[in-house]
């Protein structure tokens, strides 16, 4: 009971944290001098780029707790992969939404099938995949594997997406990060907005999958006490 509580503190915590941050972060990122070339309109930025890398990251978390569940067996890895890629997608979805918001006034179109884009697009198709296979399969140990092979797999177009504006011509533009070189292609007068939203959205990621898992949890437990109602 104390570390169900203890857990429970760690969720909230991070909830109330997260939401705290998040309110500084929007104050910096409405302060923050407009840029040279888009003006006001380029803000979408501290909230596009947070919930993408938050996304991206997330995906690797899924298929750390995959393999733990591939090696042990145990129901509850399996659990939080699924309830941390159900989040990333949450996230992944805000990106692309904000993406396109911020495409048309940039490019003139909300979407067009370039390189990232194209990439990003079917890193979406393959985690909503995930969840239409795991709604298909009845037997809780295939759909354990099968949806940690889908993780796995994956997995390995985060990388391509990333990497996509330098290996091929590109609207887009390079990373904000360059993870290659070590480099932020930001200004450092609007890095503290941007590095504020990114911890926000970290301390909610965190929030969100403990909430999602104790209730993934709660509802395993009510199936094996009434296998009939499932």
Sequence with gaps: MKQSKRLDLLTLGSLGLGLLTLGVGAFLAFTAPPATEQGHVYRIIFLHVPSAWVGLVALFI??????????????????????????????????????????????????TWEPRLTTFAILLVVYIGYFVVRSAI???ELRGKASAAISILGA???PITYMSVKWWRSLHQTQTFDLTTGRSNFDAAMLPALLFNIAALTLLFVAFVRIRSLLAERESVKQEMNPQAG
């Design 138 to 140: 009845e037997d809780p």
């Design 62 to 111: 899924a298929v750390a707790y995959s393999v733990l569940y591939l090696a042990t067996g145990k129901p509850h890895y399996d659990r939080v992969a699924t309830a941390v890629i159900e989040v990333a997608l949450l996230f992944l979805s805000l990106t692309l939404l904000s993406g396109m918001l911020w495409g048309r006034p940039t490019w003139g179109v909300y979407w």
């Design 156 to 158: 390995i177009n985060v």
